[in-house]
């Protein structure tokens, strides 16, 4: 995939001067992504210039089919693997990192379920109607309104975030004569990030209920076990099990094993304690997925295997049945479905300082896009590194080190910080950008008012919106003019 062609002193170490500009690096896009024989980059036969001129630019597509695909795969693999431990695994797919009404009727088509995290995905949920079992509710501050209308959509189960929420989810709860599903978020001081992990006994984060032994008034208890013994005295509360969740974008299953560990220890110290046994753990979501070629996630049977194997383990040093296990991935479902397509408009090259030699300038490209950090918020978030390539066209002009910028009134507003792209490229050119299937849609404004894009997910050689774009119309309907 890489040359030694000499690369720009201004690029970052880990980006190398591809040795073909026009390949794509398949991990990082959908599996029905390709360039067609003219040489112009198609999803599933569509070529991009069809795309734009049907539903113009930017746009979200997504590929339907690789959604199916990964939502299966992650099932298949964890089913697989914890068949003989637990009978098997239910994935939730975790609907903030996408989520619209067809999405859901995908992911329950393919057996899986949805973990949502306010009441408005929960009235998506609703509205595409998959049934309320089959759905949890997330949330560190749920409103009274968010537990009603989990009650009224009878989810199976609330992942109770606080004693004080436990307390009023069960008011509540029996107020309506009713009893609520529930699962605790504990804090099991793993925390994650891509290849480390790092455990600590006390957490500094407004998610969830701490398990140190020193976190509330009474002496040795912890906020985790306060709640559990809290539960069972509660007649509107059906206690469910223990949920975790340790970070995203991570490739090592290291954390997780730690984490599925720590979790276990506690069941057991409960059942042993209170005689409470608790027939569920949700392990949470997490696992990282390719925005650039330096990024190697492992395939979801690795990860499994590795996790069911300290499940095995751990419950039979124990002694305890295990109990059933549940995950909730996001971004390894949707975020490799999904490329932007912009269209390329101003460009300008600049000189740049050599590092450490102001004696030296080096070329730096700006490649103007009509998106930016209002469809991808991520690169000002999180310094989150992309990828693009030239789509509308192959080209043989040299490699120019490029920065992907958008249109916003900021100078943060940065698509893809270093990416090779070829000399030539022009105004009119169309860009992909791909992995953009999580967190980018989801987090998307109206910053400078730019209408949201639209997603087209194509299937079967057709392409049709499943959220359309955003209209100026759209964008003046909410100012009241008072
Ligand atoms: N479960 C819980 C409780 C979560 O909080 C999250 C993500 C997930 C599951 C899904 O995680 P995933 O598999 O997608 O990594 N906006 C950030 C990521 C925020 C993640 C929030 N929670 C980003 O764009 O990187």
Known sequence: MTTNAAGSPLAPEWLQVPADLNALHTPMWAGDV?????????????????????????????????FRARARAFSDAFNDAFADICGGVDVYYAGKSFLCTSVVRWVEEEGLRLDTASGGELAVAARAGIP???????????????????????????????????????????????????????????????????????????????????????????????????????????????HCHIGSQIFEPDGFALAAEKLLDFLAAMQAKYSIVLPELDLGGGYGIAYTPVDTPRPPAEIAQAMAAVV??????????????????????????????????????????????????????????????????????YDADYSAI???????????????????????????RDVYLPEDVAAGDLLAVPGTGAYCWALSSNYNYLARPGVVAVRDGSARLIVRGETEEDLLNRDMGV
């Open 132 to 242: 309320g079992a089959d759905v949890a509710l997330h949330g560190n501050n749920k409103s009274d309104g968010e537990i009603h209308r989990a009650l009224d959509l009878q989810l199976g189960r609330i992942v109770v975030d606080s004693l004080a929420e436990l307390e009023r989810v069960a008011k509540i709860a029996e107020a309506r004569g009713e009893t609520a599903r529930v699962m605790l978020r504990l804090t099991p001081g793993v925390h994650a990030h891509t290849h480390e992990f790092i455990a600590t006994a006390h957490e500094d984060q407004k998610f969830g209920l701490s398990m140190a032994g020193d976190s509330t008034d009474q002496a040795g208890l912890s906020a985790a076990e306060e709640a559990v013994a809290a539960a069972s005295g509660y007649p509107g509360i059906e206690l469910l099990g223990l």
């Open 312 to 381: 095995r383990t751990k419950c039979a040093e124990l002694g305890i049945t295990a109990p059933r296990i549940s995950i909730e991935p996001g971004r390894a479902i949707v975020g490799s479905t999904t490329f932007t397509l912009y269209e390329v408009g101003t460009l300008k090259t600049v000189r740049v300082d050599a590092p450490g030699d102001g004696n030296v300038t080096y070329p730096r490209r700006y490649v103007s896009v009509d998106g930016g950090m209002s469809d991808n918020a991520r690169p000002v978030l």
């Open 34 to 66: 390709a360039r067609n024989d003219a040489g112009e980059l198609a999803i599933d036969g569509i070529p991009v210039s069809e795309l734009q001129r049907q539903f113009g630019t930017p746009l979200f597509v997504m590929s339907e089919n690789d």
């Open 390 to 416: 030239l789509a509308s066209r192959t080209s043989d002009a040299a490699p120019q080190l490029s920065r992907v910028v958008g249109k916003h009134c900021e100078s943060g507003d940065i698509v893809v």
